[in-house]
T-cell receptor, first 115, second 109 residues
Framework: EPEVTQTPSHQVTQMGQEVILRCVPI?????FYWYRQILGQKVEFLVS????????KSEIFDDQFSVERPDGSNFTLKIRSTKLEDSAMYFC?????????????FGSGTRLTVV | GIQVEQSPPDLILQEGANSTLRCNFS?????LQWFHQNPWGQLINLFY???GTKQNGRLSATTVATERYSLLYISSSQTTDSGVYFC???????????FGQGTELSVKP
């Protein structure tokens, strides 16, 4: 079964540093997403990406965040200057609404710890 | 926006027992999925079920779209079923998934 791949699985960074989280969505999917989950809380939507541009973003996705699809396979989330409250599990997902039985497929997540 | 409410918030079972988890949503949806978050934090897709009934082994799910709820049934529960179960919905093609708060299930041996 096709998978969404995320790297790294864990990342520890100093407050104020930039981090880039990487994702390889399923190859024939057209929509890409980032979500985050603060420990013990529900999964929150950050941003969706379609046709090489952001299609929707949440209030959480402020100027510190950016997304990019630098080539035909990777999808990245950059946090420019990390804060302690950015510590969370970050999930990448992809979907293909044209599929007959489509759903969203999630990666295994990147656990980000800001110290 | 759409509200997604799950119940119960917590559930403790003895191994072998059956359980029903519920998800209510406040508006029409075109996608509904059930996920299991395992102890390592991974979100495992259980069902894509915007309507109807599906079964996969000991798990089954039913969504009654007209009444805006979905049920996840777990039969003969095992300790490996422990974790958090999330319901998530979207209401437009390619749109964001909106998650409920989850049901934390603990299955005791």
């Amino acid at each position: 079964e096709p998978e969404v791949t995320q790297t790294p699985s864990h990342q520890v960074t100093q407050m104020g540093q930039e981090v880039i989280l990487r994702c390889v969505p399923i190859s024939n999917h057209l929509y890409f997403y980032w979500y985050r989950q603060i420990l013990g809380q529900k999964v929150e939507f950050l941003v969706s990406f379609y046709n090489n541009e952001i299609s929707e973003k949440s209030e959480i996705f402020d100027d510190q965040f950016s997304v990019e699809r630098p080539d035909g396979s990777n999808f990245t989330l950059k946090i420019r200057s990390t804060k302690l409250e950015d510590s969370a599990m970050y999930f990448c997902a992809s979907s293909d609404p044209a599929a007959a039985n489509y759903g969203y497929t999630f990666g295994s997540g990147t656990r980000l710890t800001v110290v | 926006g759409i509200q997604v409410e799950q119940s119960p918030p917590d559930l403790i079972l003895q191994e072998g027992a059956n359980s029903t988890l519920r998800c209510n949503f406040s508006d029409s949806v075109n996608n509904l999925q059930w996920f299991h978050q395992n102890p390592w934090g991974q979100l495992i897709n259980l069902f894509y079920i915007p309507s109807g009934t599906k079964q996969n082994g000991r798990l089954s799910a039913t969504t009654v779209a007209t009444e805006r709820y979905s049920l996840l049934y777990i039969s003969s529960s095992q300790t490996t079923d422990s974790g958090v179960y999330f319901c998530a919905v979207s209401y437009n093609q390619g749109g964001k998934l909106i998650f409920g708060q989850g049901t934390e299930l603990s299955v005791k041996p």
